[in-house]
C-alpha cells in the first residue's frame, strides 16, 4: 500500500523510510525544530519514546510490558507500534488481515486521527486481566515504510511532524502513550523523537550497546532539549552479573543516566508473542513481570510527580 493509494496524492517515489542517515548532527538539526513548550494540554498523556540505535535491544518487548503495567496500576495506556516490521502488533496477535486502521492509515489521513478510537490491545479470550479495556493499540503492517517514506514529497515541509499529530489527537484519551520503533534514526524514529516528551533508551549489557545508547543520548541531549531522558533501561541482564554492573558504570561514567532496574533475561519472554500477550501478562508472578511493576511505579513517579 502507498501514500497515493490513501490520499490520492501524486508524485510517490520509492524508497525505504529507514535508510541510514550517515550525519547524525543534520538529523538532530531536523529534530530540534519546534520541541519546546506548548506539547499537550493539562492533564494529556505523557508520551514516552522507547529508541535505540540498535535492534534485538528490547524495545518492543518492553513497550509491551511497560504497557501492561502501567495499565494494572488503572492507567489509560495506549502503545503505538512505529515499526514497519510490526513485531509489537503481532505481540498482541495483531496479523496483517485482521480488519481495522493502521498506524499508516492516520498517518496519510491525520485529521482522522481524533475520531480514531484505538482498539483493546488483548485480543477476546487472551488475558484474564481486570485492566484489559485500559491498555489499547495503534497497529501497523509493513505499508507503514512505503507510507512514511512517500510523507516528504507528498506533504513537504513539516512532515515529520505528522506523527506528533495522530499523538496529539489521542493525548486526552490517555494518562500514557508509548511508541515503539525501528533501529537507528531514520524518518519514523524521527518522527516519534519529535512526537515524544520522555525518551527510554533500551539497551543490553554489552560493548555495542552501551555506544549506542550513548550516541544516541548525546544527540537528544545537544539537539532535543525538549525531550527528557528517563533513562538507559539494562535488559536481558542481571544486576549480579559482572558485565551488567560494568556497563551501568560505564554509562554514569559517560554522565548517562541508567534506570535503577535491570530487566532479566528470560527465555519464556521470546515465546510470549505465540499466545498474543506480553510475559507481564500471560505470568503475572514472574521476575520479569515483578521488574516492569517496579518500573512502571518508577516511570508514573517521574513523570506524574
Same mark, same amino acid.
Request: glycine share 8%.
Given at each position: 500500500?502507498?501514500?497515493?493509494?490513501?490520499?490520492?496524492?501524486?508524485?510517490?517515489?520509492?524508497?525505504?523510510?529507514?535508510?541510514?542517515?550517515?550525519?547524525?548532527?543534520?538529523?538532530?538539526?531536523?529534530?530540534?525544530?519546534?520541541?519546546?513548550? @506548548?506539547?499537550?494540554?493539562?492533564? @494529556? $498523556?505523557?508520551?514516552?519514546?522507547?529508541?535505540?540505535?540498535?535492534? !534485538?535491544?528490547?524495545?518492543?518487548?518492553?513497550?509491551?510490558?511497560?504497557?501492561?503495567?502501567? %495499565?494494572?496500576?488503572?492507567?489509560?495506556?495506549?502503545?503505538?507500534?512505529? =515499526?514497519?516490521? $510490526?513485531?509489537?502488533?503481532?505481540?498482541? @496477535?495483531?496479523?496483517?488481515?485482521?480488519?481495522?486502521?493502521?498506524?499508516?492509515?492516520?498517518?496519510? *489521513?491525520?485529521?482522522?486521527?481524533?475520531?480514531? *478510537?484505538?482498539?483493546?490491545?488483548?485480543?477476546?479470550?487472551? !488475558?484474564?486481566?481486570?485492566?484489559? =479495556?485500559?491498555?489499547?493499540?495503534? /497497529?501497523?503492517?509493513?505499508?507503514?515504510?512505503?507510507?512514511?517514506?512517500?510523507?516528504?514529497?507528498?506533504?513537504?515541509?513539516?512532515?515529520?511532524?505528522?506523527?506528533?499529530?495522530?499523538?496529539?489527537?489521542?493525548?486526552?484519551?490517555?494518562?500514557?502513550?508509548?511508541?515503539?520503533?525501528?533501529?537507528?534514526?531514520?524518518?519514523?524514529?524521527?518522527?516519534?523523537?519529535?512526537?515524544?516528551?520522555?525518551?527510554?533508551?533500551?539497551?543490553?549489557?554489552?560493548?555495542?550497546?552501551?555506544?549506542?545508547?550513548?550516541?544516541?543520548?548525546?544527540?537528544?541531549?545537544?539537539?532535543?532539549?525538549?525531550?527528557?531522558?528517563?533513562?538507559?533501561?539494562? $535488559?536481558?541482564?542481571?544486576?549480579?552479573?559482572?558485565?551488567?554492573?560494568? %556497563?551501568?558504570?560505564?554509562?554514569?561514567?559517560?554522565?548517562?543516566?541508567?534506570?535503577?532496574?535491570?530487566?532479566?533475561?528470560?527465555?519464556?519472554?521470546?515465546?510470549?508473542?505465540?499466545?498474543?500477550?506480553?510475559? /507481564?501478562?500471560?505470568?503475572?508472578?514472574?521476575?520479569?513481570? !515483578?521488574?516492569?511493576?517496579?518500573?512502571?511505579?518508577?516511570?508514573?513517579?517521574?513523570?506524574?510527580?
Amino acid at each position: 500500500m502507498t501514500f497515493e493509494q490513501l490520499t490520492h496524492l501524486d508524485g510517490r517515489r520509492d524508497r525505504h523510510v529507514d535508510g541510514r542517515i550517515d550525519d547524525c548532527k543534520d538529523i538532530g538539526k531536523e529534530l530540534s525544530m519546534d520541541v519546546d513548550g @506548548g506539547r499537550f494540554p493539562a492533564g @494529556g $498523556a505523557c508520551v514516552i519514546v522507547l529508541a535505540n540505535h540498535k535492534g !534485538g535491544v528490547t524495545k518492543t518487548t518492553s513497550t509491551a510490558n511497560l504497557g501492561a503495567m502501567l %495499565a494494572e496500576r488503572g492507567l489509560r495506556v495506549l502503545l503505538i507500534d512505529c =515499526d514497519p516490521q $510490526a513485531n509489537l502488533s503481532e505481540a498482541f @496477535g495483531w496479523t496483517e488481515d485482521m480488519v481495522g486502521e493502521r498506524l499508516e492509515d492516520l498517518l496519510a *489521513q491525520p485529521a482522522a486521527a481524533g475520531r480514531f *478510537q484505538p482498539p483493546v490491545a488483548l485480543l477476546s479470550g487472551v !488475558g484474564r486481566v481486570g485492566w484489559r =479495556d485500559r491498555l489499547r493499540l495503534i /497497529a501497523c503492517t509493513d505499508s507503514l515504510a512505503d507510507i512514511a517514506a512517500d510523507l516528504p514529497q507528498a506533504v513537504g515541509a513539516g512532515y515529520e511532524l505528522r506523527l506528533r499529530r495522530v499523538v496529539d489527537a489521542q493525548r486526552p484519551s490517555f494518562d500514557f502513550i508509548l511508541l515503539d520503533t525501528p533501529p537507528g534514526l531514520g524518518s519514523l524514529s524521527g518522527m516519534a523523537l519529535l512526537a515524544a516528551d520522555w525518551l527510554v533508551i533500551p539497551a543490553l549489557a554489552a560493548d555495542l550497546d552501551v555506544r549506542g545508547a550513548g550516541k544516541l543520548y548525546d544527540l537528544v541531549e545537544s539537539e532535543v532539549p525538549g525531550l527528557r531522558i528517563l533513562g538507559v533501561l539494562l $535488559a536481558a541482564s542481571e544486576r549480579r552479573w559482572r558485565v551488567t554492573r560494568d %556497563a551501568a558504570t560505564r554509562m554514569q561514567e559517560d554522565q548517562m543516566k541508567v534506570l535503577p532496574f535491570a530487566v532479566p533475561r528470560a527465555v519464556r519472554v521470546a515465546s510470549a508473542p505465540r499466545h498474543r500477550a506480553p510475559i /507481564a501478562v500471560l505470568e503475572p508472578d514472574s521476575i520479569i513481570a !515483578g521488574t516492569y511493576r517496579m518500573l512502571a511505579k518508577h516511570i508514573v513517579a517521574e513523570c506524574r510527580p
